[in-house]
């Protein structure tokens, strides 16, 4: 028989081969304990369930936790088998070479959002973070949403704080589970009498600060959505939340549909897009009435963009296509000319071809437009 013949492998032991490798090869489990201020608890919850998993027989191991803990969490240290922190740089650093050697099923890091002092391994916790997960090591971490890098200008200006270290929103998106940690009912009225502020008003700050914690955990869920979507080769988007669209014009009538916008974003938890397609000779007074309706795009913080191409229509509905918009808001004129009424109008050609989105329209100011009137 030819050598390649005695060589050959049976389907079976194939499989097993390739299996193998996947189990090589498979990446590690992130769970993310999100907290939308100090203090809720995320940090006695994460561990709270560490000890769960060492119960239920996975192997556990703690690669850092706060300096200073509760008894209660204390008693949940004390049961832990713990990999010290390297303390022979400027800051205690997480031991990741010593995580790695050790290879436990779960590995717990408190406070995801340390910047690395130099001499680190990684600059960024959550880049160490990421080699153990890339690994096959599983990790429970925790943060702030203060830290949340993309988030932190609007958090800054409810809390009227800066904060220096930071997590990038990808890195936390690719979270394979999060879990909001709210604050007990108590909260708001014992934290408020320690940092001498009206109880109210901080009440308020935590409510907002909730939202935003919430939206982000449901986009962490719809991007697991999309990403399997996308393995599987699924070219719809089913997203947890609202996306809306808003598109203006000289003529629309922007700040109605934009406020509208914001409300519909707001109430579903939901994202607001504003655009406007570039069109080129455009009067003074044009230009004008354009960048007020970004401005107040931009003042109730909207994803805002300009678009280019020849087709507004295709420009609008591609960009709804890669950023999953759920509703499209336009702006049309009543009267038409009998030539508009002889062509397909833009707006009905984006109502046609806008699959699995809603389409609203609204009265412009003008009623007269034969550009798009969106």
């Known amino acids: ?83 010290p922190m390297r303390t022979d740089l400027s800051a205690p650093v997480v031991d990741v070479l010593a995580v790695l050697k050790r290879r436990p099923q779960v590995c717990i890091i408190d406070g995801l959002a340390f910047d690395n002092p130099a001499g680190a391994r990684n600059r960024y916790r959550w880049q160490d973070v990421e080699e153990l997960l890339a690994a096959g090591i599983s990790v429970l971490t925790s943060v702030n949403i203060h830290y949340i890098q993309e988030l932190q200008p609007r958090i800054e200006a409810i809390r009227g704080k800066v904060v220096r270290d930071s997590v990038p929103q990808a890195f936390i998106k690719t979270a394979d589970e999060i879990e909001v940690v709210d604050a007990p009912p108590e909260y708001a009225a014992t934290r408020s009498r320690q940092r001498d502020e009206n109880p109210q008003k901080f009440a308020k700050q935590l409510s907002e600060l909730r939202e935003i914690a919430l939206l982000l955990a449901a986009e962490v869920v719809d991007y697991q959505l999309e990403q399997y979507m996308q393995r599987q080769g699924i070219d719809e988007h089913y997203g947890i939340h609202e996306r809306v669209l808003v598109c203006v014009t000289p003529r629309s009538n922007a700040a ?9 974003a707001d109430r579903f938890h939901g994202d607001l897009h504003i655009v406007y397609v570039e069109q080129e000779e455009m009067n003074v007074q044009d230009r004008n009435r354009i960048e007020e309706n970004l401005s107040i795009a931009r003042e109730v913080h909207a994803h805002v963009e300009v678009l280019h191409g020849n087709d507004p229509v295709q420009s609008i509905l591609r960009y709804a296509a890669e950023h999953g918009i759920t509703q499209i808001f336009l702006g049309h004129s009543q009267r038409q000319g009998w030539l508009d009424r002889l062509r397909a109008n833009p707006v009905e050609r984006i109502i046609l071809d806008a699959e699995a989105m809603d389409v609203r329209i609204f009265p412009n100011q003008d009623p007269v437009d034969h550009s798009l009137n969106a």
């Open 1 to 83: 028989m030819p050598d390649s013949e005695q060589r050959r492998q049976d389907p079976e032991q194939i499989l097993r081969q390739v299996e193998a490798e996947a189990r090589s090869q498979a990446r590690g489990q992130l769970k993310v304990f999100l907290g939308y201020a100090s203090g809720v608890g995320k940090s006695f919850r994460m561990f709270d369930e560490g000890r769960r998993r060492k119960e239920r027989g996975e192997d556990i191991v703690v690669a850092a936790a706060q300096p200073e803990v509760s008894a209660g969490m204390d008693a949940l240290l004390s049961s832990s088998e713990t990999i």
């Open 256 to 264: 109605v549909m934009i406020r509208r916008g914001r409300r519909q």
